[in-house]
């Protein structure tokens, strides 16, 4: 069974601009979250998609956001970039809520920001 | 703040030794543990997972132990192999949290030969 795959794996942007990027969950599962990876503050929780609606988010600005298609596919979009959203951006799927099954990650999508 | 953490940043090991990982999580309330393994390029991998209906759980070479009274979370790994050379993370949530991790800051394994 193929793993969580993250697309593009790496991107450079230029402060200001845009950017988008692409997760699909193992297949079977329905749930979809984002996590973004820093030296500076570790693994930290953006949102969580399940079965198309956004279930939880974390304290980031609205800046970030993210949807999930009909196929558990999800994207997130960075909005208005900034040095600091510099960072390993994590996608996971699971085939329930934490407890039931475990997060699995894909090898994310490294983003500098210049 | 309710936070995940862990006591030693870097851990050096002999292969063949245990390792044993340490974590302290401060919500009571959580009741779902988990623990990764992060090489470089790469994500976390699940290694082992524990709810918090139990105090202990194997799986292969690492066993995960829960003392809820003081909080506390372990990894011991048993053998270590150079392959065992990674950072390793654990979060902890609460099933009302639906998916949100949280993680503690990470310690690094060192295998030496």
């Known amino acids: 069974k193929a793993g969580v795959t993250q697309t593009p794996r790496y991107l450079i942007k230029t402060r200001g601009q845009q950017v988008t990027l692409s997760c699909s969950p193992i297949?079977?599962?329905?749930?979809v979250s984002w996590y973004q990876q820093t030296p500076g503050q570790g693994l930290q929780f953006l949102f969580e998609?399940?079965?198309?609606?956004?279930?939880n988010k974390g304290n980031f600005p609205g800046r970030f956001s993210g949807r999930q298609f009909s196929n558990s596919r999800s994207e997130m979009n960075v909005s208005t970039l900034e040095l600091g959203d510099s960072a390993l951006y994590l996608c996971?799927?699971?085939?329930?809520?934490?407890?039931?099954?475990?997060?699995?990650f894909g090898n994310g999508t490294r983003l500098t920001v210049t | 703040g309710e936070s995940v953490g862990l006591h030693l940043p870097t851990l050096s090991v002999q292969e063949g030794d245990n390792s044993i990982i340490n974590c302290a999580y401060s919500?009571?309330?959580?009741?779902?543990f988990i623990w990764y393994k992060q090489e470089s390029g790469k994500g976390p991998q699940f290694i082992i997972d524990?709810?918090?209906?139990?105090d202990k759980r194997q799986g292969q070479r690492v066993t995960v132990l829960l003392n809820k009274t003081v909080k506390h979370l372990s990894l011991q790994i048993a053998a270590t192999q150079p392959g065992d050379s990674a950072v390793y993370f654990c979060?902890?949530?609460?099933?009302?949290?639906?998916?949100?991790?949280?993680f503690g800051g990470g310690t690094r394994v060192l295998v030496k030969p």
């Open positions: 996971a799927s699971s085939l329930g809520s934490a407890g039931d099954s475990p997060l699995h």
């Open positions: 297949s079977g599962h329905r749930s």
């Open positions: 998609y399940f079965s198309e609606t956004q279930r």
């Open positions: 919500n009571s309330a959580s009741d779902y």
């Open positions: 524990i709810r918090s209906n139990m």
């Open positions: 979060a902890e949530s609460r099933k009302a949290a639906g998916n949100k991790l949280t």
